[in-house]
């Protein structure tokens, strides 16, 4: 596990000895993000002294969930680390047209880069997760299977027709089941109170002018 | 003043209205657009829909419509997500998110989180309106703004908004401290400094009742020790807690707003797994508190639903990482043997991918489910059977080979081509390791290669050749089996016809004496190699072998030789130029040279180390007269994959430790005797040697070990600079290590050492730096593309120089490598040194930014700059 902590563990160990004063610490703390960026700027550079091993301390735990139509139209996405607009669609239809030619005897997991996918067919959608290789993808599945009994509920026996016309409201589902790639609640009781709650909230708040989208 | 401002204001904005209502009622309904674009027939009508919608959307931005903008956002959401582009939203967005109204708050979050990533610059402004609502009155305003933060946030964004995270953390409201939990875990992401700020904050986490709090908090906790020691060590007393935690979830009843197919808040359980295998690992105190309570999940997790099989497989995970009982760990094993024989093929798959990262622990454990895992291989999804190969070739050993090994041969015969490479390298590395006797391998090898047609690696065509050359014995079986397989094969499976051709030129005396089992006339064999030579699908390489197997027959048949010559004489007008000069060479041999033939093709000796095996080009001619371009590979320094010379690098470097000693100096010799094939290579390094034989004599500081180590063991395509390198301690002192050369060294020794030396003297140094009491020199050695910099840092600032570092960075083109420094601190009026070597392949104009820092007087000094002055020799 990179760790950004001890990113040269005999510097850090040396400053803390020698000077204990925080703010030293701070500043050297600065001058090294200062560096961070500049390397980031000019990729090619080689900066050096294994001063800056380690920094890849991201840890986000899905990466991201499309939704998509057996036709390959997408339907949903939720991005949870940051891509340009074009790498977002060169994975988004990469995954797409791997996914649909593979067969229904094949496993639901999928080694791509260095993330697993893990998909799940339900009717004619198709859910679509990237998780990190320590991630567990049984789990994963039931994550899945929680966010579509969620729509099941909200919608009333949900379908994909539901999902294209509402897609603002299976967005809102998903956040409330999920923040950054995590699940924050595990009771659908309270995941659906909130919905409500929400919905309720956006009619009043329509006051005079109620209109719909 | 103002009043009339507003009247004014409000005419426009009526006006605005009417307008509006001439020029178009109302927006059209995000569901009636949808429809329309959905009921468009071709991708062009949709294109048209979208971009005349597109075009108003536009419209009513730039005029500030507020009433609308909401479903022209959402609008334009959909047609972000059909891929076209929506950018021009994002403005929009923000403008929603500043709204009071929730509704406005919704869709402009919403439009922000699929809008805006962090690469935005528009984050500026977002922050300001995160912040507003992260102090809403209304729970939901601060969730929808702690969702988007949770999603999207940058560095930047983190550090300005960690204080209010770190408040809600604290929150009374269960609904804001499980979402700030998750900010908060970004915020550490981002910026780890961050971390301990949310320290006391998190641990109050664990005491919740609430899941969602409780999954968060342990998430949060789990990434911290991820993070840091500090943080891991320091929550490794809530193991009990978190153990209590796991119990409760797994002894309590039914509680149905938790549970999940008869398991309770498997998210919660699974979360708490990882935790505890993170604050197990390594650490018998915290493994023994938690031994229990892995059992019980363990046993009594339902396992017949997918959800139970889930923990189950975290649970597995846990016992693997932590100091276990043994007991405990067969039980995970038998686990997994169980998930095996599961019908669910994402059960299968997790369990074989999860016995491959335990296989090298607790072998024995896994050897019991092998049959299980050989059915594997015949599974339906590829992935599985990928899985189970590898974990395959991890259980073979010698005791099970031969079973193993059918299983895998017929494996290999019908698997996927993207297999076959890995599979038969695999099946030959484990051949080598635990084949019974030489006959079995050889049948093995010939095995793998036919099965594998033409996915053979190099290597294995080279490693059966080697194996049948050692094989004294066996080499009449090989040859005719070989020749059982040649006489029938089909030409377009390259691998086989080079080993066979290979072995057949060295061994056909044994193919025609009868020895071999089978009855060969010389025409036959003729028959065989005209195809070969003549056939479109052969490859030139596999034409090669079997021109100069053919020409080594020539020694061996009696009756067909002037066949042979004619074969080998038409060659030499052949259109490929290796097959043209083999042909003419060996024609040579016919005529002009005829009696060194027999002599010539003697044959080969047995190969006496596998190093040597791995070029087949070199094992090819080795034996063979070697024609020109085979000489120059040997004499090109810079030829990649001359192995033999590695070799001799290490000899090299022990004779190099050696020869520190004052005693053994001169003495150095290379200690193994060098193979025929690489003469040259030898000589040259013993030159090194024995130039560093005369360093002890004279003062210079002798590199450190640990570098030459570096130095000698990097690419052959270094080499030459090496030699350089280690040269350059001793230029003060050039004329006597020159007189000390042994006079065994060759021309080769001279043509390498001389330029160098004059080279390098030709070049200036340079001052790079003077500043602050720091100066910096340079001197500078070029060898071909390679310039090694000698930084020489001194110490004029009257007071001790701590933590000294020097940086530094190149252009793109260039390649920059930084040896350790020869100290990190300076007394005053010392010097510190530090080798840099930059790769110039393009010979571009050097310059380097570098960036110094130092303490001294217990302040931190720093200062940067640009080195542009570098002598243009350099680089022309």
């Known amino acids: 596990m990179p760790s950004y902590a001890s990113p040269s563990p005999d510097l850090e160990g040396e400053t803390k000895s020698q000077h204990p004063k925080q703010a030293f610490r701070t500043s050297e703390r600065a001058a090294f993000l200062i560096l961070r960026r500049l390397c980031a700027d000019e990729p090619a550079i080689v900066l050096t002294s294994g001063a800056l091993d380690g920094l890849q301390g991201l840890e986000i735990k899905m990466q991201f969930m499309l939704l998509f139509s057996r036709q390959g139209k997408l339907r949903l996405q939720k991005w949870y680390e940051a891509h340009p607009d074009k790498v977002k669609k060169k994975i988004t239809r990469e995954l797409i047209s791997t996914i649909l030619a593979r067969k229904p005897k094949m496993s639901s997991f999928l080694e791509w880069k260095d993330l697993k996918i893990v998909y799940k067919r339900y009717a004619s959608l198709y859910f679509c997760c990237a998780i990190e290789q320590e991630d567990n993808e049984l789990l994963t599945l039931e994550i899945i299977h929680r966010y579509v009994e969620l729509l099941d509920k909200y919608f009333g026996s949900v379908c994909e027709l539901d999902i294209i016309f509402n897609f603002e409201k299976a967005y809102f589902m998903l956040d409330e089941l999920m923040v950054g790639g995590e699940v924050c609640e595990t009771s659908k009781k309270n995941v659906l109170k909130a919905i409500a709650a929400q919905d309720l909230l956006q009619e009043v708040s329509y006051g005079e002018t109620a209109y719909e989208l | ?876």
């Open chain 2, 1 to 876: 003043m103002s009043s009339i401002k507003q009247v004014i204001n409000d005419a426009v904005e009526k006006g605005k209205e009417v307008y509006e209502k001439v020029r178009q009622p109302n927006p059209i309904r995000l569901r009636d657009l949808i429809r329309q674009i959905r009921s468009a027939k071709t991708a062009a009508e949709e294109r048209a829909v979208v971009n005349r919608e597109c075009a108003y959307i536009r419209l009513t931005f730039r005029e500030e419509d507020s009433v609308w903008r909401c479903r022209n956002v959402a609008k334009l959401l959909y047609i972000h997500m059909l891929g076209y582009p929506a950018h021009f939203g994002q403005m929009e967005c923000l403008k929603l998110i500043a709204s009071p109204r929730f509704t406005d708050k919704r869709i402009g979050y919403l439009g922000a989180m699929l809008l805006l990533d962090e690469r935005q610059d528009v984050h500026l402004l977002i922050t300001n309106s995160l912040k507003n609502d992260l102090n809403s009155s209304t729970q939901f305003v601060q969730g929808l703004a702690l969702c988007t933060l949770g999603a999207i946030a940058s560095p930047e964004m983190s550090r300005d908004l960690a204080g209010e995270v770190e408040r809600l953390l604290k929150s009374s409201n269960a609904y804001i401290r499980k979402k700030a939990a998750v900010c908060a875990l970004r915020i550490i992401c981002k910026v780890p400094e961050l971390m301990e700020m949310y320290l006391p904050a998190t641990r109050s986490l664990l005491s919740e009742k609430n899941h969602g709090v409780l999954i968060t908090g342990v998430t949060l906790i789990t990434e911290m020790c991820r993070q840091s020691p500090d943080m891991l060590a320091h929550f490794k007393k809530i193991v009990p807690n978190l153990v209590r935690i796991l119990k409760n979830l797994i002894m309590a009843g039914y509680s149905p707003e938790h549970d999940v197919q008869g398991v309770s808040d498997p998210f919660l359980q699974v979360k708490i797994l990882k935790l505890l295998r993170i604050l197990g690992h390594e650490d018998s105190e915290a493994s023994e508190t938690m031994n229990d309570i892995l059992a019980q999940v363990a046993t009594n997790t339902e396992s017949s639903k997918n959800v139970g099989n889930a923990i189950l497989y975290e649970t597995v995970l846990s016992i693997m990482d932590i100091k276990s009982e043994s007991g405990l760990r067969v039980l995970a094993i038998n686990i997994l043997g169980r998930f095996l024989l599961n019908a669910d093929k994402n059960i299968r798959y997790v369990a074989l991918n999860t016995l491959l990262r335990v296989v090298h622990a607790d072998n024995s454990a896994v050897q019991r489910h092998r049959t299980t895992i050989l059915e594997c291989l015949k599974d339906a999804d590829i992935s599985i059977r990928r899985r189970a190969m590898e974990l395959c070739f991890a259980l073979i050993n010698s005791n099970n080979i031969r079973t193993m090994m059918k299983e895998l041969l017929s494996f290999l015969e019908t698997a996927e081509p993207e297999f076959k490479a890995t599979c038969s390298s695999k099946c030959v590395l484990a051949a080598e390791k635990y084949s019974p006797n030489v006959r079995w391998h050889i049948d093995t090898l010939l095995k793998v290669v036919q099965a594998a047609g033409n996915h053979v690696p190099d290597d294995v065509v080279s490693s059966a050749i080697q194996l049948i050359s050692d094989a004294r014995t066996e080499q009449a079986y090989a040859v005719g089996e070989l020749w059982r397989h040649l006489s029938v094969a089909q030409l377009e499976f390259q691998p086989l016809i080079q080993v066979a051709t290979w072995c057949i030129g060295e061994f056909g005396d044994l193919l025609l004496n009868g020895q071999a089992d089978v009855t060969v006339v010389e025409s036959e064999l003729i028959e065989v190699y005209q195809r070969i030579l003549w056939s479109s699908q052969c490859s030139i390489p596999t034409k090669e072998y079997a021109l100069t197997s053919l020409m080594k027959l020539s020694a061996r048949l009696s009756h067909e030789v002037g066949s042979i010559q004619q074969v080998v004489s038409a060659f030499g007008s052949h259109l490929n130029i290796e097959l043209q000069q083999r042909g003419i060479e060996y024609n040579q041999l016919f005529t002009r040279h005829g009696h060194m033939r027999g002599a010539l093709l003697e044959r080969m000796p047995p190969f006496e180390n596998n190093r040597i095996q791995e070029n087949d080009k070199i094992a090819l001619t080795n034996g063979v007269d070697a024609s020109p371009d085979n000489q120059a590979l040997l004499n090109d320094f810079t030829a990649p994959n001359n192995n033999a010379n590695e070799n001799y690098e290490s000899n090299a470097l022990l004779d190099l430790l050696g020869g520190m000693d004052p005693g053994e100096s001169n003495a150095v010799q290379p200690s193994t005797t060098p193979a025929p094939v690489t003469a040259p290579a030898p000589a040259v390094n013993s030159d090194i040697l024995d130039l560093l034989g005369g360093l002890d004599s004279t003062p210079a500081a002798p590199v450190p070990a640990t570098n030459m180590n570096d130095t000698m063991s990097s690419g052959q395509s270094t080499n030459s600079s090496n030699s350089a390198y280690l040269l350059d301690g001793l230029l003060n002192n050039s004329t006597p290590i020159i007189t000390s050369l042994n006079p065994a060294a060759t021309t080769a020794s001279n043509t390498l050492t001389t330029p160098a030396v004059q080279k390098t003297s030709s070049i200036p140094g340079i001052n790079a730096y003077n500043k602050n009491g720091i100066k910096l020199d340079m001197t500078f050695e070029v060898q071909e593309t390679v310039t090694t910099i000698n930084m020489q840092a001194t110490n004029n600032t009257g007071t001790n120089v701590t933590d000294f570092l020097f940086q530094a960075a190149v252009p793109k083109s260039l390649q920059l490598q930084m040896l350790n420094p020869s100290s990190t601190s300076m007394a005053p009026t010392s010097t510190l040194n530090q080798i840099i070597k930059v790769n110039n392949p393009n010979k571009v104009a050097l310059r380097m930014r570098i960036k110094l820092s130092w303490s001294a007087n217990g302040s931190l000094v720093q200062d940067q700059g640009e080195i542009s002055n570098f002598p243009p020799a350099l680089w022309q």
